[in-house]
């Protein structure tokens, strides 16, 4: 696959396979909340801007599928376990689920889908980021 170039992204992906309420105690819907999110080394990174949007994807089997939307609210940095980055993320009443996604024509080619087990960050085109606007509940 090609790389990246800046026009492709959209809307930057990281992923965590914990509920809301365990990445941020106490998070309700309609909520902002900034968190730290650990990223993959790779060209990526420099591709990633503060106030780019961002969305929250929860993996596994208890509830895939977009559970948050916001932004990055910073440079992507370093700690300890390696690259971070900080996103600012307003909670959903109701997530759109992965399955929805995976019925929509132009949703279903995102990385996200096809390659579930990806890293972070994942990324949405234009069209694919379109997609999972038109489908808020």
Same mark, same amino acid.
């Given at each position: 696959? $090609?790389?990246?170039?800046? %026009? %492709? ?11 809301? +309420? ?13 968190v *730290? @999110?650990?990223? @993959?080394r790779?060209? @990526? ?8 949007p961002?969305?929250?994807?929860r993996?596994?089997? %208890? ?7 916001g932004e990055?609210? =910073? +440079?992507v940095?370093e700690d300890a =376990? =390696? ?8 909670l959903? $009443? $109701?997530p ?8 929509d024509?132009?949703?279903? %080619?995102? +990385?996200?889908? @096809?390659?579930?087990a =990806?890293?972070?960050? *994942?990324?949405?085109?234009? $069209?694919?980021y379109?997609?999972?606007l038109g489908s808020?509940h």
């Amino acid at each position: 696959m $090609a790389r990246l170039q800046p %026009d %492709d992204v959209a809307c930057w992906v990281v992923k965590t396979a914990r509920p809301a +309420e365990a990445t941020v105690p106490g998070w309700r819907p309609g909520q902002a909340a900034t968190v *730290s @999110r650990c990223l @993959r080394r790779s060209y @990526r990174l420099a591709l990633m801007r503060p106030g780019a949007p961002c969305l929250l994807w929860r993996s596994g089997p %208890d509830r895939p599928g977009v559970h948050a939307l916001g932004e990055l609210a =910073g +440079e992507v940095g370093e700690d300890a =376990g =390696g690259p971070v980055v900080a996103v600012r993320l307003t909670l959903l $009443a $109701a997530p759109v689920p992965r399955a929805e996604l995976l019925a929509d024509p132009v949703a279903r %080619d995102a +990385e996200v889908l @096809r390659m579930p087990a =990806g890293s972070n960050p *994942s990324y949405l085109t234009p $069209a694919q980021y379109a997609a999972v606007l038109g489908s808020l509940h």
